[in-house]
């Protein structure tokens, strides 16, 4: 019996060629498939507008309200007398307050032992730099020259400052350090008053007000022969020693 085909055939000799081509193909198909768009048909929208031929509606049933007719206005009498007035009517004057150019004022006259004069003590307050009679501490009697005493009231100030001098415990724990200017008044009676104060810190204001508050009384500062109010300055300088 003889073969159908020839043996000499090879059946998967162009198998390769025929498999792109296929591919090529199947990929082409389905590049063409993505590229189709579809649109949508547009909707057409139908509106339906319903008209009654007959409107009925029910009429309210209203009353009317009958209100009676106002009176009708007096009639004029038919004879109108006509009466004289025969009572005398008193006029009233009123007399003018203001005064005239003729009206004369008399001159009031006022004792002078009348007048209580009331002296008003002024409270000057004169600057410790220019102060002629400086106030004297404590100490400081035996001087006699301002210069000498005004020496003398600052050395012992500072040493009154030095004695009663306290860091103050929370500064110390806080580390607050800096320095406090005061200035008060020595008031004509030797005390000392309106302390005021500048610093850093609240507690350093405070001690430093509290050692010039301590100071004792001196003699008042005096100007042109009369104790009067005198102005000092003075900073307080609060270092931590390590």
Known sequence: MKPKKNPNAEIGRNSSLYFMIGLTSVLFMTWQSFEVKFYEEESKATEVVQVTDELKEDVPVTEILRTTPPPPPPSAPEIIEIVEDVEDVEETVIESTESSQETYIEDAVVSIDDVDVEEVEEDIVVPFAVIENVPVFPGCESLQSQAERKECFN??????????????????????????????????????????????????????????????????????????????SIPINFVMQH
Do not use: C, W
């Not at 204001?205 to 009067?228: C, T």
């Open 155 to 232: 050395q012992k100030v500072q040493e009154h400052i030095k004695k009663n001098f306290s860091y103050p415990p929370a500064a110390l724990d806080m580390g607050i350090t800096g320095r406090v200017y005061l200035q008060f008044v020595i008031d004509s009676k030797g005390h000392v008053s309106n302390i005021q104060k500048r610093g850093p810190d609240k507690l350093l204001e405070k001690e430093a007000e509290r050692i010039i508050a301590s100071l004792p009384k001196v003699k008042p500062g005096e100007q042109r022969g009369k104790p009067v109010s005198v102005k000092y």
